[in-house]
């Protein structure tokens, strides 16, 4: 598969840390121009422009809610008036609250009511706003990230979980809705080496159990395979585990 993104754009939501920074690294080595869009980790967003644009990639960053739809709208705008024209939306921003999974009385409205927002709203909102951009572009896709915990109902949270089992549900819908012009897919990562597992270590093995690949995921490991979903013209609506074979 030709993975080569030379004049097209990509957009990464949470595109600073973890597996968003590592899909946009790997977007603009691979010539994309990628709009990188944080709320929060500017420091790392920084150092991510930096390193790509000291390897001759382009990219820019846009602060921003995704859970606020006229920032999401403002967004988007400012993505098509800095590049022209939109071919990729990566769905990677989320949130997670650590919880006992078995806590229910832990799990507040609040807690609902932000990780819903943010996950599965938040996803929404990007995808309806740059539909119009995307459909202008022949080969567009929208790329969301799941989790694992969304298919199997278990994960840092039980709020966490459920929002990317919706995620998955929205991925479908979306497939549905805006076919035959863009292809809707999303990536379900189990155990990967990122931030979010940081003192929780435990917590992550007894999650997780004993994996068939005896392997812990890598940020590029998820954004190799993100890139080519994108490409993968005959593929929508589809979910793709990415758990080294913890649901085998």
């Known amino acids: 598969m030709n993975l080569d993104f030379q004049n097209e754009v990509a957009i990464v939501t949470g595109g600073g840390t973890g597996i968003g920074q590592a899909m946009s690294k790997m977007l603009a080595d691979k010539g994309a121009s990628v709009a990188i869009i944080y709320s929060k980790s500017e420091k790392e967003v920084l150092d991510t422009l930096d390193e790509i644009t000291q390897n001759n990639g382009i990219a820019f960053a846009i602060k921003a809610d995704i859970s606020a739809d006229d920032e999401v709208k403002t967004m988007i705008e400012s993505v098509v008036n800095k590049f022209g024209k939109i071919n990729y939306l990566i769905n990677n921003a989320g949130i997670t609250k650590q919880l006992q999974f078995d806590d229910l009385d832990a799990v507040t409205d609040e807690i609902w009511d932000r990780l819903i927002a943010v996950n599965l709203k938040g996803t929404f909102q990007c995808s309806r706003a740059a539909a119009p951009f995307l459909r202008q572009n022949p080969n567009s896709a929208i790329l969301n990230v799941g989790s694992i ?100």
């Open 149 to 248: 915990a969304g298919e199997t109902g278990y994960g840092s949270s039980l709020p966490y979980a459920v929002s990317k089992s919706a995620i998955h549900g929205l991925t479908r819908s979306l497939a549905h809705a805006l076919a035959p012009s863009i292809r809707v897919n999303c990536i379900a990562p189990g155990p990967v080496a990122t931030r979010w597992w940081a003192g929780y270590e435990d917590k992550m093995n007894s999650l997780f159990g004993e994996l068939p690949l005896k392997r812990i995921s890598t940020p590029e490991d998820i954004a190799q395979t993100a890139l080519m979903l994108l490409k993968a013209e005959s593929v929508t609506g589809q979910i793709l585990k990415l758990d080294n074979g913890q649901t085998l």
